[in-house]
């Protein structure tokens, strides 16, 4: 069974630095593509973060350019987003997503989605 657990959210004032991480289980954490997307209150989810393990392609969507960075432990299975210089605007339900069995580039699954997804963890940035 696949699983997804996030942790490390919280509230944090603007300006600074939270690393969420994603314990993962049930499956081959390097054959995946993995990834972060958030979803703030009456917006759409958007893909934050996405790693494609088969070409090796990491994209950010162009409001966390800079400060944020995701990373993996393969090792470990866990996926980490470091989040620096916080803005209330990035405010939201960080999600935990991986997907299995396709290969496509980081941009492909933060435009489309993945196939599994974790419960979520929330994140707000107070000013």
């Known amino acids: 069974e696949v699983q997804l657990v996030e942790s490390g959210g919280g509230l944090v004032q603007a300006g600074g630095s939270l690393r969420l991480s994603c314990a993962t289980s049930?499956?081959?954490?390097?054959?995946?593509?993995i990834g972060w997307f958030r979803q703030a209150p009456g917006k759409e989810r958007e893909g934050v973060a996405c790693?494609?393990?088969?070409?090796?392609?990491?994209h950010y969507t162009w409001s966390v350019k800079g400060r944020f960075t995701i990373s993996s432990d393969n090792a470990n299975n866990t996926v980490y987003l470091q989040m620096n210089a916080l803005k209330p605007e990035d405010t939201a339900v960080y999600y935990c997503?991986?997907?299995?069995?396709?290969?496509?580039?980081?941009?492909?699954?933060?435009?489309?989605?993945?196939?599994?997804w974790g419960k979520g963890i929330l994140v707000t940035v107070s000013s």
């Open positions: 997503a991986a997907d299995l069995g396709t290969y496509y580039s980081g941009s492909f699954y933060c435009r489309w989605g993945m196939n599994y």
């Open positions: 049930g499956f081959t954490f390097g054959d995946s593509a």
């Open positions: 790693l494609s393990h088969s070409d090796g392609s990491i």
